[in-house]
């Protein structure tokens, strides 16, 4: 009937594959709740959704639309980013440096699904680094 042995429903959340959902990144501490998931909530309205790993193309791109995420802000324990690093993206961002052909890749197991609400998995598998 849709619930478990135990007669809860689960409320884990789920990845972009209907799976659950997996830790994008701990070093440097991702996410919107900095727990290392992409998870999202009301006061998340940004929507930091997508598991990505930066690459110098996207940081300049993301700074060039005034979002610098090469730069530390000690005083949110933001430490700035480097290729190769992961981290949890606002989902419309990943979809304009989709537009503009600077996407990094992604963490599919890593991704929210509400990530769907803004893009396509298929253009996100096509940046896929799992499954």
């Excluded at 979809?95 to 699904?113: K, S």
Aim: hydrophobic share 35%.
């Amino acid at each position: 009937m849709g619930s478990d042995m135990g007669g809860e429903i689960s409320s884990r959340p789920k990845n972009v594959l209907g799976t659950e959902l997996r830790c994008c990144c701990t070093a440097p501490v991702t996410g919107f709740y900095r727990d290392g998931f992409c998870q999202t909530g009301p006061m998340d309205h940004g929507s930091h959704t997508v598991c990505a790993q930066v690459t110098s193309e996207f940081l300049a791109f993301s700074k060039s639309r005034g979002n610098d995420l090469s730069t530390a802000i000690p005083a949110y324990q933001f430490p700035g980013l480097k290729a190769g690093d992961r981290w949890c993206l606002c989902v419309s961002r990943w979809q304009e440096a989709f537009l503009a052909g600077v996407a990094p890749l992604v963490m599919l197991e890593a991704c929210h699904e509400k990530a769907l609400e803004v893009v396509n998995l298929d253009d996100l598998k096509g940046f896929a680094i799992d499954s």
